[in-house]
């Protein structure tokens, strides 16, 4: 995958339930192979416009492009949702390889070792497969999603708040982790955060979603130097203070 | 397509393979086939500058490939590897090191029984635990009636009897119904239709009555009861209890297992009531049975004898269908797979022991003469 090219391209996108409107005439541009943050007020639209690009959730008007999808227009991609939704029926390893068993028919010797590869990259070790999602902690949760979702190694993965409920030392393991993977990998990340650490430790670009816009666009000291009193207010608050990107 | 993989042997050195084309998930019956008949030959070094595209099932079949050579220096193991890939093949080189045991064999027949041997034991004794806690709670009330929680256990009543009472009474009704109907189409065979009476009414005040509402009674409420306490386990809900120095059993189970225990005998009597009106019914309208006649018959039939036989039966398995609830309910973890398992052992388990308390009174009561 060449960088500079266009991973999603999304264009005057309208989404809203009932008379509110969620996303209005939103356009954005993601680039192959980087890193997107996407910032926003809880409540303001995030989870929408990635519930969106997704597919899980229909749009009023507007087009979302996925230039660099295989020729027979389906686009490989996987979602690593909040809360993990790991299916709670199935062991860690079971779960990795779900995906795999649906897409092609590996031999069971095969689909095992490329979930326990699968769950090492992701820093768990194969011993951790036979767990059931009720007796992971947050942060292997997250690893197991993760892991999940690498499963068919997809162009482009989508994260909903990935270090949300993880203490910092794991929360900054994790950030590693999606930098090396996608470092390795080369696929895209759509990331959604509020971690404030992650968007500087790990994006290429930051987008700041208000109003339903894009507020602001691009590395983060130029996100941080935006003239918009959102973006102002949510970079330069108390707690942003304290970490010191101001 | 040129993507097709493919892995040829060259003579451009001794016994080097050259992969071609796509090497990804899409054609893993074909790369393992490939792999498969390579690693029975002498490999060696694996050129990979044909590789058009690759993906972690294609990085980890060649590595298992240099793995499978047993004096391959790995890091000689591959030629012109494309620069997009390099990244990704020392990533799977990592992986996959430490020899992981043998999937467990699943159980022979003996461990199995073993198995459940160890679980009927640990059931038994969760079983007389929730039992020893309900008392203990209930001793609790005893000592301070104030601490009972008479609004839940009123509020259980009316969930667990008053709102079972129409399709209780229906079934029973049904029930009472059909058993008259086979009784007299059968019994006319032998000229002893006026037997079905005597048949409906000790059979209905004795087993039926009280056996169907039990059983129903378990499939509805015992059902509900253990999912309740289950989700509230998995959402912690009844350590919050606890951390407020509150007793979960007094205060969630005993007002429900009390509540099983009043409603049981009362449904249990409408249903009894419910049948034999059902069975007095078809013998007026299929049998020709006037309900002056039935009734008069019904009289000299059955005594009170058969009736308290069959109610003193209802508060038992009320309380067996409350442990049980209660046990399973406890007994949940997080997953929600757990919640229906335990949800379904509530209901079979409690259906089994309300017959085997049945067959239990049956014999006792025999023995007693009643």
């Known amino acids: 995958m060449v960088a500079g090219q266009i991973a999603i391209r999304v264009r005057d996108l309208v989404v809203g339930f009932g008379d509110r409107i969620v996303i209005d005439h939103l356009t954005l541009d993601v680039r192959a192979a980087e890193i ?13 416009l990635m519930r969106t690009l997704i597919g899980l959730l229909p749009r009023r008007s507007g087009t979302v492009e996925f230039p660099l999808s295989s020729p027979n227009g389906s686009v490989p991609r996987g979602v690593l949702f909040q809360q993990g939704a790991l299916f709670s029926a199935l062991n860690a390893r079971q779960n990795v390889q779900f995906p795999l068993r649906e897409a092609a028919h590996l031999s069971p010797a095969l689909l095992d070792e490329i979930a326990n590869a699968k769950l090492e990259m992701v820093g768990l070790s194969a011993s951790d497969g036979e767990k059931f999602p009720a007796e992971l902690s947050g942060g292997m949760t997250k690893r197991v999603a993760l892991a999940r979702a690498l499963a068919l190694d997809p162009a482009l993965l989508f994260l909903d708040e990935p270090t949300s409920g ?11 982790l999606i930098k090396t993977l996608q470092r390795t990998l080369g696929f895209t990340v759509f990331m959604i955060t509020h971690d404030l650490n992650t ?18 666009l691009g590395p983060l000291p130029d996100v941080l ?9 949510y970079f330069h608050g108390a707690r942003a203070q304290m970490l010191h990107l101001a | 397509m040129s993507d097709v993989p493919s892995l040829t042997a060259t003579d451009r050195g001794p016994c080097l393979l050259q992969a ?10 074909l790369l393992e086939r490939l792999c498969g008949d390579a690693s029975r030959g002498k490999a060696g070094p694996i050129d990979l500058s044909g590789v058009t595209a690759l993906d972690t099932v294609g990085a980890w079949l060649f590595e298992k490939l240099a793995r499978s050579v047993p004096s391959g220096g790995s890091q000689s193991a591959f030629v012109g590897v494309p620069a997009a890939y390099s990244g990704l093949l020392n990533e799977v080189h990592q992986l996959n090191r430490a020899q992981t045991g043998a999937r467990r064999p699943h159980g022979f027949p003996i461990d199995r029984l073993v198995r459940m041997g160890r679980e009927l034991a640990a059931d038994s004794l969760a079983f007389l635990h929730m039992l020893g806690a309900i008392s203990m709670a209930l001793l609790g009330v005893l000592r301070r009636p104030a601490s009972f929680r008479l609004t839940s256990m009123v509020y259980q009543l009316g969930r667990v009897g008053w709102q079972a009472i129409p399709i209780m009474a229906l079934i029973t009704f049904l029930i009472g119904a059909i058993i008259a109907q086979q009784g007299i189409f059968h019994f006319r065979k032998f000229g002893a239709e006026s037997y079905v009476v005597d048949m409906v009414g000790i059979l209905v005040l004795r087993e039926i009555g009280v056996l169907i509402v039990a059983i129903m009674v378990a499939g509805r409420s015992g059902s509900a009861y253990t999912a309740e306490l289950g989700s509230m386990k998995m959402r912690e809900e009844i350590d919050a209890l606890s951390t407020m120095g509150l007793d979960p059993v007094s205060v969630l189970i005993l007002p429900r297992v009390l509540a099983l225990i009043v409603a049981l005998p009362i449904l249990a009597f409408l249903g009894s009531m419910a049948a034999l009106y ?11 049975m006037s309900p002056a006649i039935f009734i008069a018959r019904l009289r000299e039939a059955v005594s009170v004898t058969h009736f308290e036989v069959g109610i003193l039966k209802a508060p038992f398995m ?10 399973e309910g406890f007994k949940v973890k997080g997953s929600a797979e757990s919640l229906g398992a335990q949800t379904t052992a509530s209901v079979v388990k409690s259906i089994f022991l309300v017959i085997v308390l049945d067959g239990l009174f049956a014999i006792f009561f025999a023995s007693i003469g009643m």
């Open chain 1, 225 to 233: 130097k935006s003239d918009h009193p959102w973006v102002r207010a």
């Open chain 1, 166 to 176: 993880l203490d910092p030392i794991a929360a900054g393991e994790f950030d590693a």
């Open chain 1, 36 to 48: 997107l943050g996407m910032v926003g007020a809880s409540g303001g639209g995030k989870s929408v």
């Open chain 1, 199 to 216: 968007l500087a430790a790990v994006c290429d670009r930051v987008a700041a979603l208000a109003d339903g816009r894009i507020a602001a």
């Open chain 2, 278 to 288: 059902g069975g007095g019914l078809v013998a007026w309208l299929y049998g020709g």
């Open chain 2, 20 to 29: 071609r084309g796509a090497w990804t998930v899409s054609h893993v019956e």
């Open chain 2, 318 to 327: 009320a309380l067996v269908i409350g442990l049980v609830a209660a046990c």
